[in-house]
């Protein structure tokens, strides 16, 4: 697949190289020399066929012809654009990396990019969200001609093409193997091509100054969202927050794809004028309509509009988080969303969710105690101070795919169990206790129904903690850490933590110290186990009041030297406001020391010959003795 790529690539430029070269071959006063060069009118720059990329390393400015104002703006994006693409592009590493050798700033590029991101994700075992990113690439593709026929009627809009063609492929390239930032890029570049779909018709009928003017307005609002796209996942890479499952791409830039579509609905209302009154009165319209703060600015003024913009998005995310956990903390309706979820895969006994379930309303209360000596924090900061937990835990064991999970190979009894957990505020703490069995994640009806449970509480809109517990063979066992039961303690805590602080709000107030000093104490061993358990305490006191905890594999880091660790961190769950929902398959001496009978829910596998994991109809559900 790839070699008939790397073929029809070669094969391209070759052409162009060829048809560029032509017409100095042909006689001087010939008719073909004229049609020549009518039809090279727009060819490429003979530079750009040896090196493709060269606009990107190159500085360019636009020919004085057609300068206006408006064309003035989309260079300055396109300029801050191209800045910005070159440290993206070396930041990137391994697979996140766009091999400039293989690809080109065009939207066929673009096109062979997603097929070959495409073809190769094939081989591995696909999730649900990435199977909908891809489906939503191909989307954009099937739409991405209608942004180069827009480009072009613009002065020097064969170079604007090679700058959002060659952005795009660096960005979706970095996107693709982070699953939550490609579902959410790929819907927003769908909604944004899907704008330019309903105006390009207009374009054919209406080639005025005035339409030209604001197709470039319109492009410099989307040339200004790819590169804060680019600044945002390069903020993500610094905090080491890319395989986050709570960024929500989309929601972040919202504002910015709506305020493109009201771009384009511009450009429709002025071809829908059939008299100079009436394009008066569209003109005076587009005058009052807010433009982004940063548009056209440079030097100076550009940095003051940026931290206008900065500050106007802090406080807007500010307020968005407030109201949600304003939201969510009403009557436990997100964990009443969540059982009936539950009761429906009982009902259906088939993984057939239909249309769109995601919740109405959202998030949570900021609750804190009112010490007089609060520090202003920035939940940015507090992801730089904490970045090296990553090295601590995988981010792969955070969720898991859960497409796997089928819900015959769980008893009704069970679903039943746990949707009545889910629904009584009274219960912090639930243990499923599954049978002990050899199986791969995948094929472990256990573990899958604790990613089902993840998935189905963040469809809900409940905020999740989660980890899948495993002890990991070769791995090196850090200073401190005798035993790899001991590691995977650690690992658990520091994931835990991790996701707390990605929860925070954007800014806020606490007497709790979140510096960098006591974030580097913490350094992956055993040893500083106390210092994690207070640190989870504080954390916890400036989490929503609704919060769901899901750990998978809790028996695997048992042993005599761990129990004494594990009592003290189910001890601090319960003493917090955290649900806590474990599974295991195999008994837990911790949690069978610490959690009373009704938290105890024990299934017992009559016969397991059929499969290793098999859980056949005999199956019983019972609460302990």
């Known amino acids: 697949m790839a070699d008939a790529i790397d073929d029809v690539r070669e094969s391209r430029r070759l052409v162009r190289m060829y048809s560029n070269d032509i017409e ?143 952005t795009l492929n660096v960005i979706i390239q970095a996107s693709v193997n982070h699953e939550r930032i490609a579902e959410g890029l790929s819907e927003a570049l769908c909604r944004i091509s899907e704008h330019a779909i309903e105006c390009r018709s207009e374009l054919q009928l209406f080639r005025t100054r005035a339409m030209m003017e604001l197709v470039a307005d319109f492009y410099a609002h989307i040339f200004v969202f790819l590169s804060d796209t680019m600044d945002w996942i390069t903020e993500k890479r610094r905090r080491r927050l890319l395989d986050s499952f709570n960024e929500n791409f989309y929601q972040k830039f919202e504002n910015q794809v709506e305020m493109i579509r009201r771009k384009s609905d511009m450009i429709r209302n002025l071809a829908a004028q059939s008299s100079r009154a009436e394009q008066r009165v569209t003109r005076q319209t587009v005058e009052e309509i807010a433009q982004d703060v940063r548009l056209g600015l440079t030097g100076q003024e550009r940095r003051h509009a940026e931290m206008v913009y900065i500050a106007e998005k802090i406080e807007r995310e500010l307020s968005e988080g407030k109201r949600e956990r304003e939201l969510l ?81 769980i008893s009704p009894e069970a679903l039943r169990h746990l949707g009545e957990w889910l629904q009584d505020k009274s219960s912090r703490i639930l243990w499923l206790e599954g049978p002990p069995i050899e199986a791969d994640d995948f094929e472990n009806p256990i573990t899958m129904l604790a990613n089902k449970v993840i998935e189905l509480a963040d469809i809900s809109r409940i905020p999740v903690l989660s980890y899948c517990c495993e002890l990991r063979r070769r791995e090196r066992l850090r200073p401190g850490n005798d035993t790899r039961e001991a590691q995977s303690c650690v690992t658990l805590v520091c994931a835990l933590l991790r996701q707390m602080i990605e929860l925070l709000l954007p800014q806020f107030d606490t007497s709790v110290d979140l510096s960098a000093n006591r974030f580097r104490q913490i350094d992956g061993s055993i040893m500083c186990w106390s210092q994690m358990l207070n640190l989870f305490r504080d954390l916890v006191s400036l989490m929503p009041d609704t919060i769901l905890c899901v750990i998978d594999g809790f028996q695997w880091l048992d042993d005599g030297s761990t129990v004494p660790y594990l009592e003290e961190l189910i001890q601090t769950i319960r003493g917090s406001r955290i649900r806590c929902l474990f599974t ?9 020391k610490q959690l009373q009978s009704p938290e105890i829910i024990a299934i017992e596998a009559v016969d397991t010959k059929g499969a290793l994991w098999g859980l056949d109809r005999n199956n019983s559900w019972a609460m302990p003795g």
């Open 24 to 166: 100095g071959r042909l006689p001087h006063d010939s008719n073909s020399q004229v049609l020549s060069q009518v039809l090279g009118h727009n060819r490429t720059d003979p530079r750009d066929l040896a090196n493709p990329w060269r606009i990107f390393f190159e500085s360019w400015e636009p020919s004085e012809n057609e300068k206006n104002p408006i064309t003035d703006v989309i260079t300055v994006e396109s300029n801050k654009l191209r800045e910005k693409w070159a440290p993206f592009l070396r930041a990137g590493s391994g697979d996140d990396r766009l091999d400039l050798g293989r690809s080109e700033p065009t939207i066929e590029g673009v096109v062979e990019l997603v097929k070959e991101v495409a073809a190769s994700s094939k081989s591995k075992r696909e999730n649900s969200r990435r199977g909908k990113a891809m489906k939503m690439f191909h989307k954009f593709c099937g739409t991405i001609d209608s942004h180069k026929s827009m480009l072009e009627i613009i002065p020097e809009g064969s170079e604007y093409v090679s700058i959002f063609a060659g």
């Open 329 to 409: 903390r009403e009557d436990g309706e997100h964990f009443k969303q969540l059982a009936d979820r539950l009761i429906t895969m009982l009902q259906d006994k088939a993984m057939v969710w239909i249309g769109d379930m995601r919740a109405t309303n959202g998030a949570l209360p900021f609750s804190r105690t009112g010490t007089p000596d609060l520090v202003e924090w920035m939940s940015e900061e507090v992801a730089l101070n904490s970045k090296h937990f990553e090295d601590y835990f995988y981010r792969d064991r955070v969720r898991l795919p859960s497409d796997s999970f089928n819900p015959a190979k």
């Open 584 to 592: 295991t398959t195999g008994r837990s001496a911790s949690l069978r």
